[in-house]
């Protein structure tokens, strides 16, 4: 069982930047590979960015890509998402999931376990 908590959400104006942190319970953080999804008012949610239980691999949303760097720090037991120049269109709430299996995936089902999410809105 793997429990995670999301934070760093808020307020900020189009062009800022934001970081977003996953801290995660458990002694094979590791072997888990993680994502960050983001669900907006009325629409699914949808994958942001995805990163492998070593770190070494990564993979990003078209939408985000050269804006967001998804990390993490195995001995802290944390992802983090690092957000800049940030839209208003990026508004959602932030969740990111923990994927046993290892893999890297696009996929929301792919997941086996979830935070409750923060809130990123970006003003225009």
């Known amino acids: 069982q793997v429990q995670l908590v999301e934070s760093g959400g808020g307020l900020v104006q189009a062009g800022g930047s934001l970081r977003l942190s996953c801290a995660a319970s458990?002694?094979?953080?590791?072997?888990?590979?993680m994502g960050w999804f983001r669900q907006a008012p009325g629409k699914e949610r949808e994958f942001v960015a995805g990163?492998?239980?070593?770190?070494?691999?990564?993979n990003y949303a078209d939408s985000v890509k050269g804006r967001f760097t998804i990390s993490r720090d195995n001995a802290k037991n944390t992802v983090y998402l690092q957000m800049s120049s940030l839209k208003p269109e990026d508004t959602a709430v932030y969740f990111c999931?923990?994927?046993?299996?290892?893999?890297?995936?696009?996929?929301?089902?792919?997941?086996?376990?979830w935070g409750q999410g923060t809130q990123v809105t970006v003003s225009s």
């Open positions: 999931g923990a994927n046993r299996w290892g893999n890297i995936s696009w996929r929301e089902y792919e997941y086996d376990y």
């Open positions: 458990g002694r094979t953080f590791s072997s888990y590979a």
């Open positions: 990163i492998s239980g070593g770190g070494g691999s990564r």
